[in-house]
């Protein structure tokens, strides 16, 4: 059973960087598009970034788009976003799961978005102080 756990979260000023680190274990990830979400308190989950099994295509939540990047290295069965330039609105506990490529295109505007992602890990905190 496919197990995902995130990690590299922290508290930065803002303006500043992360890189967030999804890691597979029980199930290779090679077969899988992955998603990365966030919750802030009192919010719905939202879509952030999501990638293909491969690599080879990748879509981005507007409010993202030119400051967070996903990336893959499928040797390590590990899925990582890159945040830079990092905002005060940008703080939230942030989620991988995995998905088919086919959403990959329709990310992370498909209606019910969460429904069609699975093995959610059990987040990473992210804090961007102002």
């Known amino acids: 059973q496919l197990q995902l756990v995130e990690s590299g979260g922290g508290l930065v000023q803002a303006g500043g960087s992360l890189r967030l680190s999804c890691v597979g274990s029980?199930?290779?990830?090679?077969?899988?598009?992955v998603g990365w979400f966030r919750q802030a308190p009192g919010k719905e989950r939202e879509g952030v970034s999501c990638i293909t099994s491969t690599g080879g295509s990748t879509n981005y939540a507007d409010s993202v788009k030119g400051r967070f990047t996903v990336s893959r290295d499928n040797a390590k069965n590990t899925v990582y976003l890159q945040m830079n330039s990092l905002k005060p609105e940008d703080t939230a506990v942030y989620f991988c799961?995995?998905?088919?490529?086919?959403?990959?295109?329709?990310?992370?505007?498909?209606?019910?978005?969460?429904?069609?992602?699975?093995?959610w890990g059990q987040g990473t905190q992210v804090t961007v102080s102002s």
């Open positions: 799961a995995v998905t088919h490529d086919a959403v990959v295109d329709e990310f992370p505007a498909l209606p019910t978005l969460a429904e069609y992602f699975g093995s």
């Open positions: 029980g199930y290779t990830l090679d077969y899988y598009a």
